[in-house]
């Protein structure tokens, strides 16, 4: 019986919630949020389109964690957007009290649950997450490398007009400004992103990666994105239930890697049942590994936030 939890039925947990009870990989998709009704009318909606797209998992929406119970992995999207005249302080402040509570919560009925966690500012509430909940590392997880890969690659298959399932792209690091894009990772068809796209090109390709959620916040001027990056945590919880090691770049504790130790880092790893199963180190430049080690800092100093709230 595996049984996924998701937190929050906002645009991004609902999504994550349709894209795996879809996928038909779980007995159960639990959806909690703190406001009534909301995750039981969603719930109800999506297990009436069963019959229609031939699935069988059972959404369950809650109110109630004693309904998440004995969940195997549970992704994290409870939290507020940035509001007019909020600081970035003020911000990480309302949503590092949120994932606390939350975190707390979810331990008290599932203490053996992977924990995958989206809500913003991404590095702070995977460290936090972590800690409140006393799991090991390995259990416990951000997602953030494979939304930024995949938008690398949409916009990489648009400039070279190539089709995107030909495009392979990785980023590691940090979400937003030290995001470390590895072009010596990208592929177009099979060959090397630096032979089919030119330097100032790439260039400018990822740098509207890194203000990739930026300019869909300011298209939709309410709310922001959802659908890809409700893509890229399905698939990680898909890697844990199914057990099956696939390699995806994911914000995982580092212990060494790349001469980094000690902060929740961009890398790739393999997923299986236990969370992270490995690390997997991949040949870097050397100024793709001096960027790896900036976004360490970075992220470290960011971490360094949460002892003032
Ligand atoms: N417990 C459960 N749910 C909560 C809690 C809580 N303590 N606090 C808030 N929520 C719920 C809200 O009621 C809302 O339904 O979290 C949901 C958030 O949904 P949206 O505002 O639609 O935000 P969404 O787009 O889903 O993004 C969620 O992911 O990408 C990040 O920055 C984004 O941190 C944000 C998170």
Not at 28 to 40: A, C, S
Request: net charge negative; hydrophobic share 45%.
């Amino acid at each position: 019986m595996s049984k996924v939890t998701v937190v929050g039925a906002g645009k991004y947990g609902s999504t994550t919630v349709q894209r795996l009870a879809e996928a038909d990989i779980a007995d159960e998709v639990v959806m909690t949020d703190i406001v009534e009704g909301l995750p039981q009318g969603l719930a109800l909606d999506m297990n009436q389109s069963r019959p229609v797209l031939g699935y069988r998992t059972l959404v369950t929406g809650t109110n109630d964690y004693s309904d998440t119970a004995g969940s195997d992995v549970v992704v994290i999207t409870a939290g507020l957007p940035r509001k007019p005249g909020m600081s970035r302080m003020d911000l990480l402040g309302v949503n590092a009290g949120i994932v606390t509570d939350v975190v707390n919560q979810l331990m008290e009925h599932s203490p053996q649950a992977t924990l995958v966690v989206v809500t913003n500012p991404l590095d702070q509430m995977t460290t936090l997450a972590a800690e409140v909940s006393g799991l090991p590392r390995s259990k416990v997880m951000g997602q953030a490398g494979m939304l930024d890969s995949a938008r690398f690659a949409h916009f990489i298959s648009e400039a070279a007009d190539v089709d995107i399932l030909e495009v392979e792209a990785v980023t590691l690091g940090s979400h937003g400004d030290t995001m470390v894009p590895v072009p010596s990772l990208c592929k177009v068809g099979g060959k090397l992103l630096s032979d089919v796209l030119d330097a100032a090109t790439i260039d400018e390709l990822v740098d509207r990666t890194r203000k990739g959620g930026a300019e869909i916040v300011g298209l939709l001027k309410t709310g922001s994105a959802y659908y890809a990056p409700s893509a890229a945590a399905a698939k990680m919880v898909e890697a844990i239930l199914t057990d099956s090691g696939a390699t995806m770049p994911v914000c995982a504790w580092t212990e060494g890697q790349y001469g980094i130790e000690g902060v929740y880092l961009g890398v790739l790893a393999k997923l299986n049942a236990s969370g992270i199963g490995e690390i997997v180190e991949v040949d870097l430049t050397d100024s793709e590994t001096a960027a790896l080690r900036e976004a360490a800092v970075a992220v470290k100093e960011k971490v360094e936030d949460l002892k003032q709230i």
